[in-house]
């Protein structure tokens, strides 16, 4: 009898140490994130008793700003779709998407020790104002990406390489935040192209020739001999009982040469001699299979499961089962620029109180070295001479140097799509580019000329 006692006096016990320990994490560890969820209507109730934190570009030019009284707040968007998918939406009925959702602790004044100051304040009776987000982006230059693409499926980013600043996040279709109600229905509606997708960070495309730049690294780190070799190219190269073809037959050519001209066959044969586990290792130093954390939910560039010599040789060519988003393939590209070193990207320059005092500011940090600077050099100089005599002239500035790299990815769904990726000056990048336009046919004819209006454009800047 006593045992059995005891047993349950100490079974209650047990029961009570885990019942206090799960309730304290609850209520000290993840009740701010509980509290902030999209899902809790308490939240709904404090956004019209807050005023809510305006969000600024680089410039200081508003993107998104706080109109009305308590009671009748709404969210106004001066630059309407252009920055609507970095921006996003708050909506009584429909929600809340981009930096409006994954800061709203921020721009309500709902976290840490302001999150208190703010409750006693609505207690007095006097109007709580939320934090400021100060974003890297340049609403000049997101403007004329969204102009440039309108029109047209797709998506273009641009980073600094030096610090991994992001200077555009554009996607198209876009919508107008700012009559979101209105138009709710029609920016759903079957044949609407999916307007509220972020294409430049949610857009999974297979990144075609693009993806020569992280097979080039996979080579030259296996073999650094590769620079002195002559290669031929009859316009195939047989992979386990099928062909893997080239626009056309290049004939004899060296590594410079098979980059100008995109030879599908040299980078196969490349990426077959350094082998799958050197490629996958390559590409995982750039970031694909790979978590990103970033300051708006990004999609997972992606690798085929397997990787015999068929799969190896279409990934390395950036076909097959390899996907890959545009802010993916701008941070490839940038780290080219950065002579080997991939920096984070980021979004959120700095967060400052309604007074203008600094919470936050962003401090640059490199991510990952993905390769030795004399590698980045020599793929940067066969970039350079793609622009200057290769698939990718479209690009070329007068009096600036530009190192480019021209894509025209095989879609199983529809027309070829057309990838640009870039950095200028390329002796001194201060910008790094991807542009993808859905369905349009050879990149060097397609993105290239977009690429060009936005690296002139970020340059005269």
């Known amino acids: 009898m006593k045992t059995g006692v005891r047993n349950l006096a100490l079974a209650t016990g047990v029961f009570f140490v885990i019942l206090t320990v799960y309730l304290t994490y609850i209520q ?89 100051v703010n409750k006693s304040m609505r207690l007095l009776g006097q109007v709580p104002r939320g934090n400021n987000l100060h974003l890297t982006l340049d609403a000049d230059l997101q403007t004329l990406a969204v102009n440039l693409l309108a029109g047209r499926r797709g998506a273009a980013v641009a980073l600094d390489p030096r610090t991994g600043a992001v200077l555009l996040l554009a996607s198209s279709p876009s919508f107008d935040p700012n009559r979101l109600e209105e138009e709710w229905n029609r920016i759903n509606s079957p044949g609407a192209a999916s307007p509220l997708l972020n294409r430049a960070i949610q857009g999974l495309y297979p990144p075609g020739s693009t993806m020569k730049l992280i097979t080039a690294t996979a080579a030259l780190e296996a073999d650094p001999g590769i620079l002195q070799r002559d290669f031929y190219c009859p316009g195939y190269l047989e992979v386990q009982g099928w062909k893997l073809t080239c626009p056309r037959p290049h004939g004899h050519l ?100 309604a007074d203008g005092r600094s919470l936050w500011e962003a401090v640059p940090r490199p991510l990952q070295v993905v390769t030795s600077a004399r590698i980045a050099e020599e793929i940067k100089e066969a970039m350079v001479a793609t622009v200057n005599g290769g698939t990718a002239t479209a690009v070329n500035l007068a009096g600036i140097q530009v190192a480019a790299k021209t894509g025209s990815a095989q879609n199983p769904g529809g027309e070829t799509h057309a990838w640009l990726v870039a950095f200028a000056p390329a002796q001194d990048p201060r910008i790094a580019v991807a542009v993808v336009v859905e369905n349009a046919g050879a990149g060097g004819a397609v993105a290239a000329p977009l690429a060009r209006e936005i690296l002139a454009a970020a340059l005269r800047r």
């Open 254 to 353: 060296n590594f410079q040469e098979a980059m100008m001209y995109s030879c599908n066959v040299t980078f196969a044969t490349l990426a077959l001699e350094a082998g799958a586990e050197k490629f996958k290792e390559t590409a995982a130093m750039y970031g694909f299979d790979k978590p990103l954390k970033f300051d708006l939910p990004v999609a997972g560039s992606r690798l085929p499961d397997r990787l015999d010599d068929g799969s190896l040789a279409e990934a390395s060519i950036g076909q097959g089962a390899v996907l890959a988003t545009p802010l993916e393939m701008a941070a490839v590209t940038a780290a080219i620029a950065g002579k080997g070193i991939l920096m984070q990207p980021y979004l959120i320059e700095k967060v400052t109180a």
């Open 28 to 116: 000290v560890v993840a009740g701010e994130k509980l509290y902030l969820t999209s899902l809790n209507p308490r939240l709904r109730q404090v956004e019209q008793q807050v005023a809510r934190g305006t969000i600024y570009d680089r410039a200081g030019r508003v993107l998104a700003r706080t109109m009305g009284e308590p009671g009748e707040f709404r969210r106004q968007y001066p630059f309407g779709p252009a920055t609507a998918h970095v921006v996003g939406y708050v909506s009584g009925r429909f929600g809340s998407s981009g930096l409006e959702a994954g800061r709203d602790g921020d721009l309500l004044g709902l976290t840490g020790w302001q999150g208190m």
